[in-house]
């Protein structure tokens, strides 16, 4: 046997979940966020499978260029870009939409010349203060782009949403009012939704939503579940169990020697860790699926390696399978144990793994 650890990707649980924001954003065109090697997923594997979408947003011209050579046609936005004025040129060769949320791009679209004029976003900063025109900018900007050679005059707008995971949280509803402010003399199309505002803000969904790690089958929202929300997991990081043995009280295990038996105990040795993946931040007490049966992780994550307490499931051998998070194990309280966001663990997942694709 090779090494057991692997990821499986659920593939109909992909389109499950492209089929929930549908039901959910019923008058709304849908951009599938991809961003990040599809949040750890796999570009052109999450590309083939929400060919249902209406377009993809990446994050820079290395996702997109990959998209496109793979001959995905679809509309493609660059979330952030361009990044300088030298991308331009292949911007337009590969049809790409673009993100434009600083008077730096606008001086770059302003300086070149394309053969087709390009298809632009204007991001509007409503207060998560990250990326976007601030409100007193934007007449000026919107101006410039209608006027600019380079960019098609049917310039779409959008905005980011900083709270939407907070349901009782007013900022949301004070960002989606200054949009709407800001935008109520354009008649464009519109888009102010991630995951958050697609399952808890339908004001938010207008003209497109932009839904990421909901698609993956997680929920982003700080008091409901991907169950709640009826989306599945698309993502299971899989193991098995490498070796069995019983310590005896007050034996430790691992390293830093930071976790006692306190009696003669079952343990497990599974055959994943943070060289996979795993957040090493862990702590004793983080939920393991061994066999479907909850047990924890004791002692500290290795490279390779994670060692569980088997006294919720004695009967457990070598060969068992291990499941991390995903099928089963929600990777929302893996990463609530590891003081982390489900993102950061998806995106982290490493390309030595074995993948397995089913559905
Ligand atoms: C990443 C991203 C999204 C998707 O966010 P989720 O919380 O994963 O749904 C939407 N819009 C923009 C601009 C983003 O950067």
């Given at each position: 046997?090779?090494?057991?650890?692997?990821v499986i990707i659920n593939?109909?649980?992909?389109?499950?979940?492209?089929?929930?924001?549908?039901?959910?954003?019923?008058?709304?065109?849908?951009?599938?966020?991809?961003?990040?090697?599809?949040?750890?997923?796999?570009?052109?594997?999450?590309?083939?499978?929400?060919?249902?979408?209406?377009?993809?947003?990446?994050?820079?011209?290395?996702?997109?260029?990959?998209?496109?050579?793979?001959?995905?046609?679809?509309?493609?936005?660059?979330?952030?870009?361009?990044?300088?004025?030298?991308?331009?040129?292949?911007?337009?060769?590969?049809?790409?939409?673009?993100?434009?949320?600083?008077?730096?791009?606008?001086?770059?679209?302003?300086?070149?010349?394309?053969?087709?004029?390009?298809?632009?976003?204007?991001?509007?900063?409503?207060?998560?203060?990250?990326?976007?025109?601030?409100?007193?900018?934007?007449?000026?900007?919107?101006?410039?782009?209608?006027?600019?050679?380079?960019?098609?005059?049917?310039?779409?707008?959008?905005?980011?949403?900083?709270?939407?995971?907070?349901?009782?949280?007013?900022?949301?509803?004070?960002?989606?009012?200054?949009?709407?402010?800001?935008?109520?003399?354009?008649?464009?199309?519109?888009?102010?939704?991630?995951?958050?505002?697609?399952?808890?803000?339908?004001?938010?969904?207008?003209?497109?939503?932009?839904?990421?790690?909901?698609?993956?089958?997680?929920?982003?929202?700080?008091?409901?579940?991907?169950?709640?929300?009826?989306?599945?997991p698309?993502m299971t990081l899989h193991?098995?169990?490498?070796?069995?043995?019983?310590?005896?009280?007050?034996?430790?295990?691992?390293?830093?020697?930071?976790?006692?038996?306190?009696?003669?105990?079952?343990?497990?040795?599974?055959?994943?860790?943070?060289?996979?993946?795993?957040?090493?931040?862990?702590?004793?007490?983080?939920?393991?699926?061994?066999?479907?049966?909850?047990?924890?992780?004791?002692?500290?994550?290795?490279?390779?390696?994670?060692?569980?307490?088997?006294?919720?499931?004695?009967?457990?051998?070598?060969?068992?399978?291990?499941v991390?998070w995903g099928d089963g194990?929600?990777?929302?309280?893996?990463?609530?144990?590891?003081?982390?966001?489900?993102?950061?663990?998806?995106?982290?997942?490493?390309?030595?793994?074995?993948?397995?694709?089913?559905?």
């Amino acid at each position: 046997m090779s090494r057991p650890a692997s990821v499986i990707i659920n593939l109909s649980a992909l389109r499950h979940n492209l089929a929930r924001v549908r039901q959910l954003a019923k008058d709304s065109r849908v951009m599938a966020i991809i961003k990040a090697d599809a949040y750890g997923h796999g570009l052109i594997r999450a590309a083939s499978h929400l060919a249902e979408a209406d377009a993809f947003g990446v994050a820079c011209m290395e996702e997109a260029r990959e998209l496109r050579h793979a001959d995905i046609n679809k509309r493609i936005m660059l979330l952030e870009g361009p990044y300088s004025g030298e991308e331009l040129a292949e911007i337009s060769d590969l049809d790409l939409e673009i993100m434009i949320h600083d008077p730096s791009q606008l001086e770059m679209l302003e300086k070149t010349r394309v053969k087709k004029p390009l298809i632009a976003w204007m991001k509007i900063d409503t207060g998560m203060h990250r990326l976007g025109f601030l409100p007193e900018q934007v007449e000026s900007a919107w101006a410039r782009l209608q006027s600019c050679p380079a960019i098609d005059p049917k310039v779409h707008l959008a905005t980011h949403l900083a709270v939407a995971s907070e349901r009782e949280n007013p900022m949301t509803e004070q960002q989606i009012a200054t949009f709407a402010e800001l935008t109520a003399d354009k008649a464009t199309p519109k888009s102010i939704a991630n995951s958050a505002g697609v399952l808890a803000f339908p004001e938010s969904h207008v003209d497109w939503v932009r839904p990421g790690i909901m698609l993956y089958g997680i929920s982003p929202m700080s008091d409901s579940t991907a169950w709640d929300e009826q989306l599945q997991p698309v993502m299971t990081l899989h193991s098995r169990l490498i070796a069995v043995k019983t310590l005896k009280k007050n034996e430790c295990v691992g390293y830093g020697a930071t976790w006692r038996c306190p009696q003669d105990m079952p343990v497990g040795i599974v055959a994943a860790g943070y060289g996979d993946g795993y957040p090493r931040h862990a702590p004793s007490g983080t939920p393991v699926l061994v066999s479907g049966q909850r047990v924890t992780l004791i002692g500290r994550a290795s490279m390779d390696m994670l060692i569980v307490d088997l006294r919720q499931h004695p009967t457990a051998q070598v060969g068992d399978p291990v499941v991390l998070w995903g099928d089963g194990l929600p990777v929302e309280e893996v990463a609530n144990h590891a003081g982390t966001i489900p993102y950061e663990l998806l995106c982290g997942v490493h390309k030595r793994l074995r993948l397995i694709e089913h559905g």
